[in-house]
């Protein structure tokens, strides 16, 4: 008795248990119950896959960061550019036309240089009206020489990442990672419930053999 290997998605059990697992088959009458040997239906498999694929895609860390201060930094010195000051100082223009504008000259600005931070930009749309109410608290906090990268933008508020990252030189770093700890923990276990169901379903006699339910009814 024990486990077999060499033909795993035939069977993982040894020759003695299915022939140990056929006789309970046929000899119990399983309450009445005639059940064949039959595997586990291709659209059940396909749909369990896609479940745990979408889950773990959404839920990835990198995906679901909050937008840090030095993401924005940016467009708070643009903001405050002549080009940008004279847009919303149009009084041509409504508020909201201004803004829109403004906006616009901003981030068109922004695409003609690199930044580390595109795929940020891109992921954590800002308004003008949001811009107004962090741009104070950005210029402040640089201006005190913190680290723009361990702020979080909540709201119209620049507060400090509630999370314990990496200590550096005794100073702990709040900034947080494209891996965390949880998302180990939950591929972990969705991996171990997969290999648990796998070993489950092979360790049955393989499915080219069907039970001859006439013996126990």
């Given amino acids: 008795m024990g486990i077999r290997l060499d033909r795993p998605f035939y069977t993982v059990t040894t020759h003695d248990q299915n022939l140990q697992a056929q006789d309970v088959w046929e000899g ?3 309450g009445g119950i005639k059940e064949n040997n039959r595997p586990v239906p291709a659209p059940i498999a396909v749909l369990l896959a896609i479940i745990i694929t979408t889950a773990f895609m959404l839920t990835f860390p990198l995906w679901g960061q909050r937008p840090t201060a030095a993401i924005f930094a940016d467009y708070v010195d643009l ?23 403004a906006m616009q000259t901003i981030e068109q600005r922004l695409d003609q240089f690199p930044s ?8 954590h749309q800002i308004s003008m009206d949001q811009l107004k109410f962090v741009a104070p608290q950005i210029i402040k906090l640089r201006d ?5 990268e361990q702020y979080s933008i909540i709201g119209p508020d620049v507060v400090k990442q509630n999370f314990e990252g990496n200590v550096v030189d005794g100073v ?28 489950m379903v092979k360790g049955l006699p393989p499915i080219s053999w069907q039970p001859d339910h006439s013996k126990a009814h």
């Fill in 28 to 30: 119990e009458s399983l």
């Fill in 79 to 101: 903001m405050n550019t002549p080009a940008v000051q004279s847009i919303m100082n149009n009084k041509d223009l409504t508020p909201q036309q201004a803004d829109k504008m």
């Fill in 116 to 123: 580390p931070y595109e795929f940020q930009r891109k992921q």
């Fill in 144 to 148: 005190e020489g913190a680290d723009l």
């Fill in 172 to 199: 702990t770093q709040r900034k947080q990672p494209w891996w965390d700890l949880g998302y180990t923990i939950d591929v972990w276990y969705v991996a171990y419930f997969c290999i648990a169901v796998f070993f």
